[in-house]
């Protein structure tokens, strides 16, 4: 297999339940539709445009009904679906499912269902080397992935608001990101370190934190700035009127 082969992984195991709430009847949110579009076809359609050769689906919740919206697109051909049985649990297992995919020698995009974005997001993580995004506008809340840089060097990569370490750049993490066939190889062991420990509960981020910060020859990152891109990650209710209103009239 040829090192230039980039597949991609895409979170779409969660319930959704900031979202939705705990009633477990709402609709998954990769099939919130967008003018007319679901996000999970979006997100197919960009990856095809951009030349990436397979997108492996992690599901758990409401697998079946991303299955029926997979024929419906009649992409079959393009996407499999693995199912992680304990989605309920931390978002490391998700992950951790397509250990496979991450040691099968090709590049390898990490992303996340929830996600509504200008395709250049996902263009600028296309080039063959290790790549983090970062939005310099990040709000003061818990919820942002935060990236914290020094010298341009990766230096803190988690949701708190860290007091301990200089840094001179912070900005968000849309939950998108590029691996080397050797770094993705590195972080499927790391993965595996985590299940054996009995981590279960754990965000797949913890897992990322600790092998960007451990392994910096290994995970030496280009950061690409999107500040001023349009994307939005659907959480809460007020994403979706705000993905409506702000997000998807700068798409094309």
């Excluded at 370190?193 to 990322?208: C, I, K, N, S, W």
């Excluded at 910060?213 to 939005?232: H, V, Y």
Aim: net charge negative; proline share 4%.
């Amino acid at each position: 297999m040829a090192f230039t082969e980039v597949r991609a992984v895409m979170m779409a195991a969660g319930v959704g339940s900031r979202l939705y709430g705990h009633n477990n009847s709402h609709p998954h949110k990769a099939l919130l539709r967008f003018g007319g579009r679901s996000l999970l076809q979006r997100h197919i359609e960009i990856l095809r445009l951009l030349g990436v050769s397979e997108l492996v689906l992690v599901t758990g919740y409401r697998s079946e009904e991303l299955g029926q919206e997979l024929v419906r697109l009649n992409v079959l051909d393009y996407v499999s679906m693995r199912y992680n049985p304990l989605f309920r649990r931390g978002s490391l297992l998700s992950l951790w499912t397509v250990r496979d995919v991450l040691r099968s020698g090709a590049g390898i995009l990490c992303m996340d269902a929830d996600v509504l974005y200008h395709s250049d997001l996902l263009r600028r993580l296309m080039p063959s080397r290790n790549c983090l995004l970062l939005d310099r506008n990040v709000d003061d809340t818990e919820e942002p992935v935060r990236l914290y840089l020094r010298n341009g060097k990766l230096v803190e990569f988690q949701k708190l608001v860290v007091t301990d370490v200089y840094y001179e750049t912070i900005g968000e993490w849309p939950g998108f990101l590029r691996l080397v066939p050797e770094s993705a190889a590195r972080l499927a062991d790391i993965l595996e370190r985590f299940v054996t420990a009995g981590r279960l509960d754990a965000p797949y981020e913890e897992a990322m934190r600790e092998a960007f910060l451990a392994q910096p020859d290994i995970f030496s990152f280009s950061i690409e700035d999107i500040t001023g891109l349009p994307w939005i990650e659907i959480d809460f209710p007020s994403d979706v009127e705000r993905a409506k209103r702000d997000i998807l009239p700068r798409l094309t």
